[in-house]
T-cell receptor, first 114, second 109 residues
Framework: EAQVTQNPRYLITVTGKKLTVTCSQN?????MSWYRQDPGLGLRQIYY???????DKGDVPEGYKVSRKEKRNFPLILESPSPNQTSLYFC?????????????FGEGSWLTVV | DAKTTQPPSMDCAEGRAANLPCNHS???????VYWYRQIHSQGPQYIIH???NNETNEMASLIITEDRKSSTLILPHATLRDTAVYYC??????????FGAGTILRVKS
């Protein structure tokens, strides 16, 4: 089954403790991205990647890092999490950046930073 | 990206067709109309998309007006499980989707 898989789905962590949210897709997609969703602010893009070793900032990249060493994986790294990074995170992927290519989303990762 | 306008909420009786409107009066010729829905806080689920012509798939139909300034998503036989927030998005080639507030569809028995 074609899917975007995120882990963990739920995490409570403490301020400053580095964490990684993994994202994997099995559709051989070139394009992958991360969004966060907050009440009243909708979904906002954090980072995106057009292909292996090619990444760029989205609208809200501060406090996050990403890497794209393999086509299928696009982990989101919080080097020193802070409470304002408490959010619902979604990974997404698409065959390419063309407008006719559908973007598919993972099920989400709830992150709480205390 | 062109902006979209959707009603904040709609109700639909179970088994009836749900017709969700979207206005996108500033849409450009190369912008696609996409529909997604989000059930509770699950990942946005792709429903359908189109450029100029009407489209139909196993989930829904998309009707785009001839001038492309508005569209309607049709769920032909709504069920309780179709209760969700529905997002209409216009998208040009690029790296992201811009989600608005969407329409809360409540399907009632």
């Amino acid at each position: 089954e074609a899917q975007v898989t995120q882990n963990p789905r739920y995490l409570i962590t403490v301020t400053g403790k580095k964490l990684t949210v993994t994202c994997s897709q099995n559709m051989n997609h070139e394009y992958m991205s991360w969004y966060r969703q907050d009440p009243g602010l909708g979904l906002r893009q954090i980072y995106y990647s057009m292909n292996v070793e090619v990444t760029d900032k989205g609208d809200v990249p501060e406090g996050y890092k990403v890497s794209r060493k393999e086509k299928r994986n696009f982990p989101l790294i919080l080097e020193s999490p802070s409470p304002n990074q408490t959010s619902l995170y979604f990974c997404a992927s698409s065959l390419s950046m063309g407008a006719r290519n559908t973007i598919y989303f993972g099920e989400g990762s709830w992150l709480t930073v205390v | 990206d062109a902006k979209t306008t959707q009603p904040p909420s709609m109700d639909c009786a179970e088994g009836r067709a749900a017709n969700l409107p979207c206005n996108h009066s500033t849409i450009s010729g190369n912008e696609y109309v996409y529909w997604y829905r989000q059930i509770h806080s699950q990942g946005p689920q792709y429903i359908i998309h189109g450029l100029k012509n009407n489209e139909t798939n196993e989930m829904a139909s998309l009707i785009i007006t001839e001038d492309r300034k508005s569209s309607t998503l049709i769920l032909p036989h709504a069920t309780l499980r179709d209760t969700a927030v529905y997002y209409c998005i216009v998208r040009v080639s690029g790296n992201k989707l811009v989600f608005g507030a969407g329409t809360i569809l409540r399907v009632k028995s």
